[in-house]
Structure formats: C-alpha cells, structure tokens
C-alpha cells in the first residue's frame, strides 16, 4: 500500500485573536491552518505513518499555503485536485479562557471543495491505501461533498478498506436531524466509528451513562469498533460481539482545545493499525489529545518519543 492513511475533506485558513484579545477589537490575528481530516494525517505523518490528503483546492496564495504546510509536515498532497478559480474557507477564532468560552465564526460557503464536480475525484485513489479516513464534516458542505465521500465509501467497501467515520458534528453547518438522516449510511459503513459524547446526545438523542451511550450507538451502527470519546473522562470502546475497554484521560495544561479530537482519531489510529489492537489504539488516542491541548492551533505538532513518554504513563485499558 502507498498509504496508511487517506483523508478527505476541507482545510482552512485559521485567524485567531492573541490569547486575551476579543475580535472586534484586535490588531493582529495569528494565522495558521486547520482541518479535521488534514489535522489527522499531519499528526499521523509526523508519528512516521504515510499519510495522504485528498481535496480541492484554488491556484492562489492561500491555496498554497495549506498544501505547503501539510507537504512540509510530511502528509502527501499528490491526491489534490487543483482549480483555477474558488477560494479558500476561512474560520475566525475569538480566543477564550475561562469563564469565557472560545467563539468561531466561519466564512467557508463556496470554497473550492464545496462547489467541487463529483468526478474530479477519483475514487479509486482509495487502492492505495489501508485506511480510508472521513469526518462528518465533509458531507455537511455541500451536496457534492457528500457524494465525493460516498463515493470513497464504495469503493473502499469494494476493495475491503476499513474506513474511519468521526461523526465530528458541527451545529453551524446543518441541524441535528439532517445530520442523523445523512450520516446513517456512513456510520453503517465503518469498520471504526469514532462519536463524541455530546454529539451522541445532540444528534441521535443518545443520553445516560456513558456505557449506555456506547451500546446505544453500537445498536444502531453496529460497527466492529465503535468508541465514545467522553473528553476529560477519556474513552469508551466497544467491539461489535460486546467486548469493552476503557481509558483514562492524560491531565493536562489547556492551551488550545482545537484540534484535540482530531488528535485523538491520529492517535488511535496510531495505535490500532498494526494489529488491530483497539486498546492500545485507546491508549494512543487519549495521550495524543493530552498533548494537543498544550499546543496553540488545530496541528498535534508531536513527535513519536514525546508521545510515547506519555502512553508508558497511561493506566492500563479497562476491559469489561
């Protein structure tokens, strides 16, 4: 295989306040980039996996420089289909601490990969791969988004790909009920179905205890490994036959929480894709989201030894 690790979907310019600042007010914005898919394969590229990128994006400056900095980081951005015209998403950080919560404002309508032709991606790139990575974010775009990734979906079915699906739902690009209706087939599809607690509840009305909440999604999907992430609870997994594991969150200082969850998917995929081995993967995924939180932007910028002397302090998985 050429790849460990495909991902699909939209990256964008990243403007954020200095820590302190308000938006309406600021001076300067920090920018960087930021991508659930993207954010997966530059931390899994930068553990030593070869991880690739697929998208659309415009020949312009800012165009350049997401496919600048994930070639520098090391994630393989030959799938990249290039257009002449479009744009780049844009999302706004207004920065918080607490009591005062982060906002993110987006101005991503009619980017590029928003208004792509379904057939400028060719779905069977997804050969060259041992996993195929998606987020429902990218099916919340736009129409043809969600045909591009349904299409991967296919043809990874086809071929015995396992596919990835982190529900990643976001409130501002569609409701909870178009969410469910659309994301029923990918969750379906999964080989790993990856759902934050609170996403469980929003869109599936799954609520209770957190081992509830697992079966529930369990029941509904019944994915081979399904895993409830549960932030400072760390994370539930659970095989499709009943077999359950667990593991702590790792403390940590809070810089960024950005990107912690796509930090989490990096790290389990880290550890699960030799073997299979779905409670090292859990124990991956919850020291890769600590360290993410001590970093400022949406990139888990970690090496393999800083991540490994977090995992040998990981408690070992619960199972049940």
Known sequence: MKWDVLSFGETMIRLSVPLGERLETAESLEVRIGGAESNVAVALARLGRRAAWCSVLPQNPLGRRIAGELRWHGVDISPVRWVERGRVGVYFLDTGAPPRPTQVLYDRAGSAIATADPDSI???IVEAARLLHLTGITPALSPTCREIARRLVERARQLSVPVCFDVNYRSLLWTPAEAAEVLAPFGHAASVLICGRADA??????????????????????????????????ALAQTADGYRLQAPSVP??????????DAFAAGFLHGYLDGEDIARGLRYGVALAALKLTLQG???????????????????????
């Open 252 to 261: 940590a200082t809070l810089v960024d929480r950005v990107g912690a969850g």
């Open 201 to 234: 509840a929003t869109i599936w009305g799954l609520d209770g205890a957190a081992e509830d909440v697992l079966a529930g999604l369990v029941e509904r999907f019944h994915t081979p490994v399904t895993v409830l992430t549960l932030g400072d609870g760390g």
């Open 298 to 320: 949406d990139l888990a910028l970690v090496t393999p030894a800083e991540l490994e002397a977090v995992v040998a302090g990981v408690p070992r998985t619960i199972v049940r």
């Open 122 to 124: 060719d779905p069977s």
